[in-house]
Every structure is written in structure tokens, then in C-alpha cells.
């Protein structure tokens, strides 16, 4: 059974421009949550999507976006991006929502110059 | 506002030194309490879930506690292979969904 795959899992992009970033979850997984790693903050929650409708959103400001698709296939999209943006980006499936048990896929490092 | 604290950061063991990871946490509603391992370049790895105060889970040299107010994982007897990043994270609220509030960590090293 294949993982959660993430793309791209590398990027440079400098400020001001924006990113999109993929994530494909485990075949029969609905819910899939992103977050924010970072060396000071550690893993912060984005935002959860199940059944294209987001379910919850963290504390991050609105250029942070994101989506679901049909097939469960999310996006996550950063406008305007800011230095601090930089950080490795997860994200994570479950089968179902209200459960703690995610499945990570590798992550996407952006990096922003 | 939920608060996860991990300690120590950072621990060195020798293979075969037993020892164990704290997480304290202090959150409204706690519907529970996961621990994940991390490699470097890697996303986090589930190992466990405990819902009440009381209960224990293992897995080969990994025994995760829960009490009302922390969780402690301990490892017997490790290996080198058991070298990675701890990250203790809880569930909380009845709204919650699959949002988790995560600690910073424990890097583990442990030597051969």
C-alpha cells in the first residue's frame, strides 16, 4: 500500500512570489491535515480537510490556503512569502477525521531567499 | 490555549541503558494523547495512542504511560536503531478533529 506522497519535495522560492504544494494520501484515506515544521516551532497545525470541506484551520494568517479535491488529493498554497515561511511542510491522512492516528508523508522543504 | 512540553530536549544513551522521555501537558478536554517517532528527512511515525489516565501501550522496547497530567515514554534496553526524535502530541476539544498540538521533541542518540 503506498504512502502519502508529497511534491515537490524540495523548492526555492524568494519573496513576495507564491507556492503550491501536493499531497496525495493513502488510497481509501479522506481526512488530510498539513502542517508547519520548523526548528523554533516545531510541528504547528494548518489546517484539516475531509470530504473537500475544511474541518479546522490553525493559526496561521490568510495567505495560507488550501483545498481537497474528490479523489482526497489536497493543495496547500502560501501567497506572499515571507522569510519565515520557510520550513518543511507535512502532510498527514487518516481514514477518518476526529482521530489522532496520521499517516506523514516526507514533506516538502521550502525554502524562501 | 493546549501546551505540550517535551523534556529532556535532547538525550544521550548508551545501547542497553534504559531511560525515559517526559510530556507534560496541560490542555481543556484532552481526548488523547499520541506519541510519534521522527527520523531526520522523514515525516513522524505513529506508535501510540492512550486515551485515560492509567492506561499503557508497548511495542518491542517502547512502553508509553499516561497520567492525568503527563505522559512518560520508556525504552528498555535500546538499540541504535532506536536513535531518533520523540514528539509526544495531544487531541483536544470536541471539535478538534484530527488537529494536534505537538511538543518540540526529545532527540534520542543512542551509542553503540
Known amino acids: 500500500k503506498a504512502g502519502v506522497t508529497q511534491t515537490p519535495r524540495y523548492l526555492i522560492k524568494t519573496r513576495g512570489q507564491q507556492v503550491t504544494l501536493s499531497c496525495s494520501p493513502i488510497?481509501?484515506?479522506?481526512?488530510v491535515s498539513w502542517y508547519q515544521q520548523t526548528p523554533g516551532q516545531g510541528l504547528q497545525f494548518l489546517f484539516e480537510?475531509?470530504?473537500?470541506?475544511?474541518?479546522n484551520k490553525g493559526n496561521f494568517p490568510g495567505r495560507f490556503s488550501g483545498r481537497q479535491f474528490s479523489n482526497s488529493r489536497s493543495e496547500m498554497n502560501v501567497s506572499t512569502l515571507e522569510l519565515g515561511d520557510s520550513a518543511l511542510y507535512l502532510c498527514?491522512?487518516?481514514?477518518?477525521?476526529?482521530?489522532?492516528?496520521?499517516?506523514f508523508g516526507e514533506g516538502s522543504r521550502l525554502t524562501v531567499l | 490555549e493546549d501546551q505540550v512540553t517535551q523534556s529532556p530536549e535532547a538525550l544521550r544513551l548508551q545501547e542497553g541503558e534504559s531511560s525515559s522521555l517526559n510530556c507534560s501537558y496541560t490542555?481543556?478536554?484532552?481526548?488523547?494523547l499520541f506519541w510519534y517517532r521522527q527520523d531526520p528527512g522523514k515525516g513522524p511515525e505513529f506508535l501510540f495512542t492512550?486515551?485515560?489516565a492509567g492506561e499503557e501501550k508497548e511495542k518491542e522496547r517502547l512502553k508509553a504511560t499516561l497520567t492525568k497530567k503527563e505522559s512518560f515514554l520508556h525504552i528498555t534496553a535500546p538499540k541504535p536503531e532506536d536513535s531518533a526524535t520523540y514528539l509526544c502530541?495531544?487531541?483536544?476539544?470536541?471539535?478538534?478533529?484530527?488537529?494536534?498540538?505537538f511538543g518540540e521533541g526529545t532527540q534520542l542518540t543512542v551509542n553503540p
Open positions: 480537510y475531509f470530504s473537500e470541506t475544511q474541518r
Open positions: 502530541a495531544v487531541q483536544a476539544g470536541e471539535t478538534s478533529g484530527s488537529r494536534l498540538t
Open positions: 498527514a491522512s487518516s481514514s477518518t477525521t476526529n482521530t489522532g492516528e496520521l499517516f
Open positions: 490542555v481543556s478536554g484532552l481526548r488523547g
Open positions: 492512550l486515551y485515560s
Open positions: 488510497s481509501g484515506h479522506r481526512s
